[in-house]
């Protein structure tokens, strides 16, 4: 969940996407809540938590990219206005490149044994 290594296909990437911003959006809520109501040091864990949903959020768009066959640091792209509507498109809606690539095996890929 927080590696950038591997691949992973269109529905993996926008369920996990759905679920961490979810999460970072219910933890900032509650962080709001906390910092108000208990004090900052409450606060504290709750950051963490948040800050590890956006790591995960981050390498699962890694992972996304390297099924498009798209190095991990075109992760930087998303922060060009218009350019990051159209990555963002791709990374939703664009099929993975088919078999495996140099970022490792086809997520789709039925596994016969």
Do not use: C, Q
Not at 14 to 28: Q, R
Not at 52 to 78: C, N, Q, S, Y
Request: aromatic share 14%.
């Amino acid at each position: 969940m927080f590696s950038t290594k591997g691949r992973v296909n269109r529905a993996w990437y926008f369920w996990h996407v759905l679920l961490d911003d979810a999460v970072i959006a219910g933890m900032g809520a509650a962080l709001l809540f906390a910092s108000d109501r208990l004090g900052p040091i409450f606060a504290l864990p709750m950051a963490g938590v948040a800050l590890g949903g956006a790591w995960a959020a981050i390498a699962i768009t890694v992972k996304r990219l390297h099924d498009l066959e798209r190095p991990g640091w075109h992760f930087l792209l998303m922060a060009i206005p218009f350019y990051n509507i159209y990555l963002g498109l791709r990374l939703l809606f664009g099929l993975g490149t088919e078999g495996a690539n140099e970022y490792g095996p086809d997520p789709l890929a039925i596994k016969s044994g």
